[in-house]
């Protein structure tokens, strides 16, 4: 490739960075280039934000960075960290969800297998939380924003990886990982908001349950339709916030059943 020219090489300010993937933090053995050579031109005629920079990068995010079009350094390094998590999707859920203690308890080949995807997930976390490095190019220093690092708060606690909060929120709050991490997602990433949505359907089965029983008692000790006793129950409890299910029973046959019964006797 003859694009050199045009591009200043990255060069780690410390030593420690050398032959670093400034994407992932994993060996250097090719470089990527912001922008793609093949864009340069586009670059050079726009000038739309671009570094014009030869990046040490290992072949994994290399690959990754074929289809790449963008021209900025912070750009073609989520588009990296994108592809690599899809790619390792399944590990990175192992890792979430196990823990090394749980596999005492596995069969010898699942065990195997969820220790891969354990490493694996492990690994992956660490490549896609990398920083890059200070670097230089074209004589002038350029440092490395460090992100601040991010937190999961539970409760009051606050951990600093999702798999540490997830794995205590699950035990703590005696919750699955599996849904915990649905109602997760699905409420904002907040894992207070995911444990009190998980309770809250607890609490709704729980309920549901009672009222279909003792309704069902109720019908069956007075002689009266199941659905029509649920019904008045719902009514009745939809219509006083307060009111138990026994209360609403017991109206109901204050109010329907022992009158009735007073015409018939
Ligand atoms: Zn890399």
Known sequence: MTAAPHYHLLVPTYRNDFN???????IASTHDYAPPPQYLEFYLA????SEFLQV???????????ACKAGTLDERRR??????????AKALTIYEMWTEAELAALDFSLRHSIEAGLKLGAETTER???PGFDFEAAGIEH????????YFDVFGERF?????ALEFASRAYRVPKNSLKERFAENDNNFELAIQAIHKDVAEKE???????????????????????HKQVERYLSENDDMTISEALQYLYDTRVKPANAIRD
């Open 128 to 130: 896609l939380s990398y």
């Open 207 to 229: 309920f549901n349950q009672q009222l279909k029983k003792q309704c069902t008692d109720f019908a069956r000790q007075h002689k009266q339709a199941v659905i029509f006793v």
């Open 46 to 49: 726009t000038r739309e934000p």
């Open 79 to 88: 588009y990296a960290a994108d592809k690599l998590a899809k790619k390792y």
């Open 143 to 150: 440092n490395v924003q460090h992100t601040a690092p991010r």
């Open 20 to 26: 670093t993937c400034f994407y992932c933090g994993c």
């Open 56 to 66: 040490p990068c290992c072949t994994e995010c290399n690959d990754h960075l074929k």
């Open 160 to 164: 600093s990886t999702f798999r540490e």
